[in-house]
């Protein structure tokens, strides 16, 4: 045993003297650089690479599982549009979800916290790609690459700065890549990140094409009129009705609602990024036993395919964690002008079962189309979010159908009227609110309101309608809701109707700053 011990200390001696004549050498020697080590000396320098660091920026979208996997489930929750099944009670990657649901979400969060982390890596990376821009253009010729991948940063920062005052309010704003003098960042104003968002998007504006002048091997990345439509989004948010007014009325001649046959390419993978989409997350099937990284992050898989579970989360034969809101098959059946029951025909576009949902399905499978569906032991079921009507039989964990290709879809071009619906509504002009209600309704050939037999609160309520109805499981309702500060009024009987709850309350118009923000950020 001694001689165990005298052999450690010899060692040790050994070694202290080799560190401290090591030490003492020129510090050169110990500055060894990795020539295959990606950094911003090396790195990040020419057009093609800034390219790729804006790629990465919107590759953020699918960190912490919000892109792959709960995206749609936090807003379908929170606008009580959707049901948890048995398999989302009893599953434990849902547990956050489930508390959301019931408006009990608070700082540990999971999901919130997720969600938080999603946004600031956008910020992170979109900062990398301005600050490398800037860089490349005040010491080179101006390059059409470069100016795009710019402008797309600015975009992705602006959207990212949108949700995060809407969402949270007061949040710190990080507006370089080096933050070596701003670690801990305090809080500032929701007035102040409006204001840095919307001065992004109107850098990001005069950045960006036009969509139509864009190649369609392009389709799919921030355009002018992406930019020009959350723009428009951002003032009717803060109340700016002129601004809006004039922002969004400029996507007019350049997008264009889908035919009433052509619906649900809207939702599916079929003809995404059409002339209806103002923008839209690009996602890409990965086919049979494609991984989704769902819960992980999808740069830190084996296989870091740009997936989505959007499709096998609510689908009957997939796992069907979520069904559609049996309540909400209401909204779709009200009286038309005469007083007679109609049955909107979107509620066949929307979901499945029931009177007024699909009674079929994979109405475009090349093999035994038209498909009945049954109701009597399925219930209902999304139709928005799933690819039924053209995939039926990828079933299972491992299968080509635990995973789908689904774009999300940011906006589109029926939202933007009916947001212009509401300015006019709120600038005192109700006529020319319903006449942008009709543009949306004349897709389906419904029938048409006139405006002249309802008051100012009676056409708002017309207008409350028609977008749930037109926008449902889209991620719409509590932002309205929430905009319009009847969150708790509108819920509250919803949830004691369903649960015999009433849960929500002031405090949910604003998400908790996540604990992990609080624990690592002293500057709040």
């Known amino acids: 045993m001694k001689t165990i011990t005298n052999t450690k200390f010899k060692m040790i001696r050994v070694f202290v003297l080799f560190f401290l004549t ?10 060894l650089s990795n020539p295959e080590q990606f950094t911003l000396e090396t790195y990040f320098k020419t057009p093609d690479q800034i390219v790729q660091g804006t790629n990465a920026a919107y ?21 009580n549009e959707t049901e948890a099944t048995a398999g989302a009670l009893g599953s434990y990657h849902e547990v956050p979800i489930i508390q959301m649901r019931a408006y009990q979400h608070n700082q540990f969060n999971r999901t919130v916290e997720n969600l938080w982390r999603m946004y600031y890596m956008m910020i992170l990376r979109s900062n990398l790609v301005i600050d490398s821009a800037d860089a490349y253009l005040a010491e080179n010729d101006a390059n059409e690459l470069v100016i795009r991948s710019r402008g797309e940063a600015y975009f992705l920062r602006g959207w990212a700065y949108f949700n995060l005052a809407n969402l949270w309010g007061d949040v710190p704003l990080r507006l370089s890549f080096d933050q070596s003098e701003n670690v801990d960042a305090p809080l500032s104003s929701a007035e102040d990140v409006w204001a840095v968002a919307e001065s992004d998007l109107k850098i990001a504006q005069s950045l960006l094409k036009e969509v139509g002048e864009i190649p369609d091997t392009e389709l799919g990345r921030a355009t002018k009129g992406s930019a020009t439509g959350l723009l428009g989004k951002l003032y009717l948010y803060n109340d700016r009705l002129p601004e809006a007014e004039i922002e969004l009325a400029k996507l007019e001649g350049h997008y264009d609602l889908l035919p009433a046959e052509d619906y649900l390419y809207n939702f599916g993978e079929i003809n995404e990024n059409n002339i209806e989409s103002v923008f839209e997350f690009q996602c890409t099937y990965a086919g049979q036993g494609g991984s989704t990284a ?3 992050n999808v740069e830190g898989g084996s296989a870091p395919f740009l997936n989505n579970m959007m499709q096998q989360l609510h689908s009957w034969n997939g796992w069907p964690n979520w069904k559609f809101q ?4 209401e909204v779709f059946i009200y009286d038309d002008e005469s007083g007679t029951e109609f049955i909107d025909p979107r509620g066949a576009e929307t979901f499945y079962g029931g009177v007024a949902g699909d009674d079929t399905w994979c109405d475009y499978c090349p093999e035994n189309p038209n498909r009945p569906y049954d109701f009597e032991g399925l219930q209902y079921f999304w139709k928005k979010k799933n690819n039924r009507e053209t995939r039926p039989d990828e079933t299972g964990p491992g299968a080509g159908g635990a995973a789908s290709g689904n774009n999300v879809r940011i906006m589109r071009y029926a939202d933007v009227l009916l947001m212009r619906a509401e300015i006019q509504l709120m600038q005192g002009n109700a006529p020319g609110c319903v006449d942008f209600i009709n543009r949306v309704r004349r897709r389906f050939g419904i029938f048409e309101y006139n405006a002249a037999n309802y008051s100012d609160s009676e056409v708002f309520e017309l207008l409350k309608r028609e977008r749930e109805i037109e926008l449902m499981g889209e991620g719409s309702r509590f932002r309205d809701l929430k905009r319009w500060g009847i969150l708790e009024e509108t819920l509250n009987p919803e949830f004691q109707d369903k649960y015999g709850t009433q849960p929500v309350n002031a405090s949910h118009y604003f998400f908790p700053i996540p604990q992990g923000e609080l624990d690592t950020n002293f500057g709040i």
């Open 22 to 31: 090591f030490s003492s050498c020129d510090e050169e020697v110990l500055e």
């Open 59 to 79: 590759a953020a979208f699918f960190q912490h599982w919000i892109g792959s996997y709960q995206w749609p489930e936090i807003w379908d929750v929170l606008g």
């Open 294 to 296: 769902m819960f992980t």
């Open 326 to 329: 049996p309540e909400k098959t």
